[in-house]
């Protein structure tokens, strides 16, 4: 079965400080991949996907991932993180001509001045 | 832009009452998509419907329903509410263009609250 796993639950930078969130999915053939955000009681954003082609792709916010087919890895980077980059990310993983979207639980990142 | 539109945006109800959440996708989007995320859970999928039929079904109870209508809205019907069912419901639309890609717009969310 599909599923995806996001290995830290909270996560804590210093303002500025790169971030890396780490994605492992397991799918059998090639994903849809997708990062969202989610602040506080709000809705899911889509930061960036990934369906083909370039396995690096940039996002919303100076957010970027990374596809890696041999390690089943999708990892979220940003360089310098900024204190309103504050909220939960969830990885997510697509599957072809079905409908849904199977999410990891989610990090919650906090952000220290 | 325009977004997915969600209405109403909080809802309580008491135990066995029912509930119909709303959801206008964006326009010109025909296919729309339900989640339920219960308290510090991830998103689950309920259940999707392309041009107004039901295209696939994840894990949602028999005691909820759903359509979508001519205009493409849908509603998400749930009766017999139990405690449990208290979460924020997502809907999220799409293009069919962009069905096979699995690329869905979310919106804000209705948060349910059974007392």
């Known amino acids: 079965a599909q599923s995806v796993t996001q290995p830290d639950i909270h996560i804590t930078v210093s303002e500025g400080a790169s971030l890396e969130l780490r994605c492992n999915y397991s799918y059998g053939a090639t994903p849809y991949l997708f990062w969202y955000v989610q602040s506080p009681g709000q809705g899911l954003q889509l930061l960036l996907k990934y369906f083909s082609g370039d396995t690096l792709v940039q996002g919303i916010k100076g957010f970027e991932a990374e596809f890696k087919r041999s390690q089943s890895s999708f990892n979220l980077r940003k360089p310098s993180v900024h204190w309103s980059d504050a909220a939960e990310y969830f990885c997510a993983v697509g599957q072809y001509n079905t409908d849904k979207l199977i999410f990891g639980t989610g990090t919650r990142l906090q952000v220290f001045p | 832009a325009a977004g997915v539109i969600q209405s109403p945006r909080h809802l309580i109800k008491e135990k066995r009452e029912t509930a119909t959440l709303k959801c206008y996708p964006i326009?010109?989007?025909?296919?729309v998509y339900w989640y339920q995320q219960g308290p510090g859970q991830d998103p689950q999928f309920l259940i999707s419907?392309?041009?107004?039929?039901?295209?696939d079904k994840g894990s949602i109870p028999d005691r909820f329903s759903a359509q979508q209508f001519s205009d493409y809205h849908s509603e998400l019907n749930m009766s017999s509410l139990e405690l449990g069912d208290s979460a924020l419901y997502f809907c999220?639309?799409?293009?069919?263009?962009?069905?096979?890609?699995?690329?869905?717009?979310f919106g804000p969310g209705t948060r349910l609250t059974v007392l």
């Open positions: 326009p010109r989007h025909d296919t």
């Open positions: 999220a639309s799409t293009h069919a263009g962009d069905r096979v890609n699995n690329e869905q717009f």
């Open positions: 419907f392309y041009e107004k039929m039901q295209s």
